[in-house]
């Protein structure tokens, strides 16, 4: 198994028509978030399909598809680094999480985010201290603080809120449509399951979140609550 092997198999499956509509998508154009990224033309059910067939790729290949000008080649590795996490051991899951970190610097846009970091990070962080995520979300670095943000959702799924509500908490006044979104994703995934622990957070901010996270937060409620947040009436 090596990462030439798996870039063949991207170039393989690739789509001409995908491939001059995802850097549109994905904001490459000078001065955007995804700036200089480049594109084979490759849906995720395929990569999906290509690194499970690649699971057990060494990490020194692994490094090579992250190292990759080409956005899939760097999803593609994610998703078998994914899967070895799930499959490893303790000792497994802290080698792959402290290659996560090492590598952070090519999980570099939001899909990228979002596949990964409650899957890695938030797993491991599950049963241990979490100042991990406060740490990236000092950084001064797009990526490092929507992972910090997203790597919460696996506690949401365990209905523990403290840390995306203090990230939350944090984040109010970013100045990045990105974060705005992560942010209030997270809140929404919160509202579906104890609404009360949503509404004590937006009643006490909805007047200066960014409106696109109000938002995102908001989705799930009554139409009639809804407006009441977008008209400030509450």
Known sequence: MTASRIYSALSDASDPEKAAFYPHFFKTGKGEYGEGDRFLGVTVPKQRKIAKQHRDLPESEIVKLLESPYHECRLTGLFILVSQFERGDEIRRGQIVEFYLDHIEFINNWDLVDATAHKILGVYLEDKNRSLLIELS?????????????????????????????????????????????????????????????????????????????????????????QMYLKGKL
Do not use: C
């Open 138 to 226: 000092e950084k001064d670095h797009l990526w490092s603080q929507r992972i910090s943000v997203i790597a919460t959702l696996h506690f949401i799924k365990l209905d523990q809120y403290h840390d995306t509500l203090s990230l939350a908490r944090t984040f109010l006044t970013h100045s990045h449509d990105l974060m705005h979104k992560a942010v209030g994703w997270m809140l929404r995934e919160i509202g579906k399951r104890n609404v009360d622990a949503l509404e004590g957070f937006l009643l006490d901010h909805y007047r200066v979140m960014p409106r696109t996270m109000l938002r995102y937060a908001i989705e799930r409620l009554p139409e009639e609550r809804r």
